[in-house]
């Protein structure tokens, strides 16, 4: 069941020897489902985006798929120790891009946790960034 819950996000993207951190904190719906957990937010239009969806499913086996809809759409797969292709819609066009999963930390519980996960993206196997992400969330 679906809950209303407080989201707190961090990112970390490094590329080539730089970093760039976001932090955003916006109100979604959290909730375990059959095979895990999900939540789901709207990014604002203090992100620079406008009507889209975000829907996070952290699975049992702690794979995360990552979707996006709405103004911009993707789906990320990001699996511990294995690389994943996938599309990425972006308002010049889509590419695709692989996603390897260095390491996912999920201690997500019924009324909330924590979810940390690193992982590289890569095109033309050309090493684009390395990624933190960090995820509280908590039922309001």
């Known amino acids: 069941m679906m809950k209303d819950a407080l989201i707190k996000i961090k990112g ?26 999900y939540m789901s937010y709207f990014e604002s239009e203090a992100m620079g985006e406008k009507s889209i969806k975000t829907v996070i499913h952290i699975k049992s086996d702690d794979s995360v798929i990552l979707q996006r809809s709405g103004g911009m759409n993707s789906r990320l797969v990001v699996e511990k120790g294995k690389r994943n292709t996938c599309f990425y819609s972006t308002p010049q066009g889509s590419l695709s891009i692989g996603i390897f999963g260095e390491s996912i930390i999920n201690s997500l519980a019924e009324n909330g946790g924590s979810l940390s996960m690193c992982y590289t993206i890569d095109s033309n196997s050309q090493l684009i960034s390395r990624n933190q992400v960090e995820i509280s969330v908590k039922e309001v």
């Open 12 to 37: 970390i993207q490094g590329i080539n020897g730089d970093t760039d951190t976001i932090e955003y904190t916006t109100t979604g719906r959290f909730g375990k489902k059959n095979d895990g957990y």
